[in-house]
């Protein structure tokens, strides 16, 4: 019970400290700027999510790691990621707002439900080092999907 304990104390604080720092060092410079430049960070950010396709990779997680949770996260990820650089790469062209809308929605749902399923399927004893991924990315992860609902339905008046 410590450890999950301690594992929620560590997700509660990697929430604070990158909210802080992208409310202070993100949010200000990408705010104002028109939808196609203000999501490119984010994009380049969430292509590196092929990352989670480290949860099928021993010694970075133990053996015990749920496949249950560890594939829908995994390919979740990774899809993700595809989509994140797909719509960076499209991004002029008439398929560029509707990819960035389906990027948010899917990358903000895998994230949410390997949160949620986590718990359920016990994978704190069996994360290794791939806890780290989630302690420290996944935060920052679900925050630019915020910014990029928010980036979505701000009025386009409000863009400079």
């Given at each position: 019970?410590?450890?999950?304990i ?24 990408i ?36 496949p ?60 290794g ?32």
């Amino acid at each position: 019970m410590e450890a999950i304990i301690l594992f929620g104390i560590s997700v509660l604080m990697s929430f604070i400290v990158w909210n802080k720092a992208t409310q202070k060092y993100l949010w200000p410079r990408i705010k104002n700027l028109e939808l196609k430049k203000a999501v490119q960070p984010i994009l380049i950010l969430n292509s590196f999510r092929f990352a989670g396709l480290s949860f099928f990779v021993p010694g970075v997680v133990h053996a015990g790691l749920n496949p249950a949770w560890a594939v829908p996260a995994a390919f979740g990820d990774f899809t993700t990621a595809i989509l994140a650089f797909t719509t960076l790469s499209l991004i002029n062209t008439a398929s560029f707002r509707p990819l960035l809308w389906l990027f948010n929605i899917l990358g903000f749902i895998d994230l949410l439900v390997a949160f949620i399923d986590g718990p359920r399927y016990n994978i704190l004893p069996s994360l290794g080092p791939a806890y780290y991924i989630v302690v420290l990315y996944v935060p920052l992860l679900l925050l630019t999907h915020l910014m990029t609902f928010r980036l979505l339905l701000r009025k386009q008046e409000a863009v400079a």
